[in-house]
Antibody
Framework: QVQLQESGPGLVKPSETLSLTCTVS????????WTWIRQPPGKGLEWIGY???????NYNPSLKSRVTMSVDTSKSQFSLRLSSVTAADTAVYYC???????????WGQGTLVTVSS | QSVLTQPPSVSAAPGQKVTISCSGS????????VSWYQQLPGTAPKLLIY???KRPSGIPDRFSGSKSGTSATLGITGLQTGDEADYYC???????????FGGGTKLTVL
């Protein structure tokens, strides 16, 4: 059974950079696309982007200027960096595995990141 | 405002059937596969349907998906109180070069 676990600071100051890591267990990270999705409190889901195990990426155009994703296959981890955060970036951040036609079959439990001074 | 349109809420009695619609356009649903997710309170979303109408292993056949043109529908039969959750549709939006979700539908089992 594939398991994903997000980790990172729960509180980030405005204008700083949000950094999260997702650790994959139960299956190889290779051969798949890995995704970040977020959900502001009380709101719906927003796709942030995905990274292939080989390193190629595809970001949501609305966030592209601030997003960087990376992957470390040796650690079975992939990461998200979101720069210049504001209160609007406060959300539960999920990592997930992307299936063939952009569906998400395995999800982490999510981690709440609050942007506040 | 979400690219995909879902009703904010639906309700039905235990044992009954409910459908949840997801409306889009030719640049998203019309030319791409649709997936559906169930989000129980306080938990991560869970994949219910992928590729319009396929169920992952372990998802009961009470859940079904269909797509016609630029709309998709999730059906749930034999409603149980444990089905109370938020349901989201998702697909790829070629015009935006982005994955998109509906705004979510809250299911209440009366």
């Amino acid at each position: 059974q594939v398991q994903l676990q997000e980790s990172g600071p729960g509180l980030v100051k405005p204008s700083e950079t949000l950094s999260l890591t997702c650790t994959v267990s139960g299956d190889s990270i290779t051969g798949y696309y890995w995704t970040w999705i977020r959900q502001p409190p009380g709101k719906g889901l927003e796709w942030i982007g995905y990274i292939y195990y080989g390193g190629s990426t595809n970001y949501n155009p609305s966030l592209k200027s601030r997003v960087t994703m990376s992957v470390d296959t040796s650690k079975s981890q992939f990461s998200l960096r979101l720069s210049s955060v504001t209160a609007a970036d406060t959300a539960v951040y999920y990592c997930a595995r992307r299936g063939g036609h952009l569906y998400f079959d395995y999800w982490g439990q999510g981690t709440l990141v609050t942007v506040s001074s | 405002q979400s690219v995909l349109t879902q009703p904010p809420s639906v309700s039905a009695a235990p044992g009954q059937k409910v459908t949840i619609s997801c409306s889009g356009s030719s640049s998203n649903i019309g030319n791409n596969y649709v997936s559906w997710y169930q989000q129980l309170p306080g938990t991560a979303p869970k994949l219910l349907i992928y590729d319009n109408d396929k169920r992952p292993s372990g998802i009961p056949d009470r859940f079904s998906g269909s797509k016609s043109g630029t709309s998709a529908t999730l059906g749930i039969t034999g409603l149980q109180t444990g089905d109370e959750a938020d349901y989201y549709c998702g697909t790829w939006a070629g015009s935006l070069s982005a994955g998109v979700f509906g705004g979510g539908t809250k299911l209440t089992v009366l």
